[in-house]
């Protein structure tokens, strides 16, 4: 069979069609035995041929969730769809009958289906003793660990009838998961919401935005606040039917943050004008006295929607730090050096608080959608290690696992994987958070190779056995 000519279904970005179980018997290095959980990254993985594949888009796939579970220092892999409607549906037909992300508008599903396939492939949270699959534009599934079954969609006991967007925010201290969604279609273009720590939904409203419909991808908590994101990729069904694409980067629109009290409706929203760009992904948001900190990666501009070239520099996003003050209505900004950096994560135990080391992959200058190292970042004093990947390797995003009893911010690890294209061989790294640029502690090869994807999450033993008692 012919390579395929998008660059999105050939190589390491293809889909395996593989679901497996197996131990991991190579380890380079040594396992850490006070390190106990689970290592999950999830991403788009199509079961059949995409009805255009020239028009195939990273970001449709069907999701498929990676698993390394460690374990008393030794290691095991297993790989598993998520079993959504759609995914089921398309099974049962034996072929794709849905279009993609550059196909909305312009290829039409049989009409006794949604518009849109929920694709539950861009991040996971764990939630009430849930492991849930994310996706943009629909509901949750929740998944059953260890073995990544799929139990059903939710939508919180009919609590929220509505989409939960990728990165919704859980608050270790109350057990709330912030939530919130956007419509590309009609007002309110964007739906805010908390669901309680035993997944009861207790608060919900409807914010109105004044321009055009937007993609809002992540939004950032403190212990008090929620902050919105309104930035320019708009969305137009109009401009899809005529031959562009559904979102673009319309930059006359602005860039805004709003701010509103965890609990409060969106009369109580305050919005701030920041300088136009956009975030994808936030580190974190505190409170500083009157002050609300947020930190993300921020880029000038974006073209993450079109994928016929590669990334410019200036489509890269960059360490960004915002102080929004609530007395005066000021906001100051600030790019914190030069690392083109995107996949931001903390330690999520310090989410809503202040935080001093955050992590995040680093791009590589000419490949748009790979990262050649990993990146930690110390607040006092904004610096930066850097630990590249070996030549011809690529990783994505790292997430921190704490060690087992952790007592610091960064006792723990850093946790990710790592594809060798030379050898079309993937590893989980192990990282010692508090030794970081001393390498990988343990290279741990899995038994079958793992695509390239999106969102990373670490579920601990401790909290794995929660959901097994039920």
């Known amino acids: 069979m012919a390579e395929a000519a998008n660059p999105y279904l050939r190589g390491n970005f293809a889909p395996t069609h593989e679901e497996v179980s197996l131990p991991c018997a190579r380890v380079e290095g040594t396992i850490p035995k006070d390190l106990a959980g689970f290592f999950l990254r999830t991403g788009p993985n199509n079961q059949f041929e995409p009805i255009d594949p020239e028009a195939y888009h990273p970001f449709d796939g069907d999701g498929m969730v990676h698993a390394v579970e460690i374990r008393g ?3 095991s892999y297993r790989n598993r769809w998520v079993r959504t409607a759609g995914f089921e549906r398309e099974r ?4 794709a009958i849905w279009g993609g992300f550059n196909s909305i508008g312009k290829v039409q599903p049989p009409a006794d289906v949604p518009m849109m396939k929920n694709l539950a492939n861009t991040a996971l949270a764990w939630h009430a ?8 534009a629909g509901s949750p599934h929740e998944l059953r660990l260890p073995d990544l079954e799929t139990v059903d969609e939710t939508d919180f006991g009919g609590g929220w ?11 270790p201290r109350t057990g709330e998961l912030i939530v919130f969604c956007y419509s590309p279609v009609e007002q309110p273009y964007v739906r805010y919401g908390i669901v309680d720590g035993r997944g009861v939904v207790k608060h919900t409203t ?4 004044p321009g055009a419909p937007v993609m809002i991808h992540d939004m950032a908590i403190t ?7 309104d930035m320019p990729v708009t969305f137009s069904i109009e401009r899809a039917m005529n031959g562009g694409i559904a979102f673009d980067w319309e930059p006359a629109n602005g860039s805004r943050v709003g701010i509103l009290p965890r609990y409060g409706d969106a009369s109580k929203i305050r919005w701030f004008d920041v300088q136009t760009g956009y975030i994808f992904h936030v580190f974190n948001a505190w409170e500083e006295g009157d002050e609300v900190v947020l930190e993300a990666c921020r880029t000038a501009r974006t073209s993450i929607l079109e994928t016929s070239r590669d990334m410019q520099a200036d489509e890269q996003a960059r360490f960004h730090r915002y102080r929004f003050d609530l007395a005066s ?5 600030e790019r914190v050096g030069d690392i083109p950096v995107e996949f931001s994560r903390i330690n999520e135990a310090y989410v809503g608080v202040p935080t001093r080391y955050g992590y995040a992959a680093r791009f590589h200058p000419t490949r748009g959608l790979l990262f050649d190292a990993v990146v930690k970042h110390d607040r006092q004093g904004d610096r930066r290690e850097v ?4 030549s011809g390797q690529f990783g994505q995003e790292f997430v921190f696992a704490p060690r087992v009893a952790s007592r610091a911010e960064d006792d723990g690890y850093v946790v990710g994987f790592v594809h060798d294209e030379r050898e079309n061989a993937t590893e989980c790294w192990v990282i010692d958070a508090q030794r970081f640029g001393a390498g990988p502690v343990a290279r741990i090869r899995t038994p079958h190779t793992v695509p390239y994807g999106f969102h990373s999450h670490w579920v601990s033993a401790a909290d794995a056995a929660k959901q097994a008692r039920g």
Do not use: M, Q, T
């Open 92 to 95: 049962k037909e034996g072929r």
């Open 73 to 75: 220092g030794e290691a």
């Open 329 to 333: 209505g000021k906001v100051s900004e």
């Open 129 to 136: 003793n849930r492991l849930l699959a994310l996706w943009e």
């Open 206 to 209: 409807g914010i109105e935005l």
């Open 223 to 229: 212990e008090r606040h929620s902050l919105i994101f």
């Open 161 to 171: 009838p509505y989409a939960v967007s990728a990165h919704p925010k859980v608050d």
């Open 387 to 390: 630990l590249e990947f070996p």
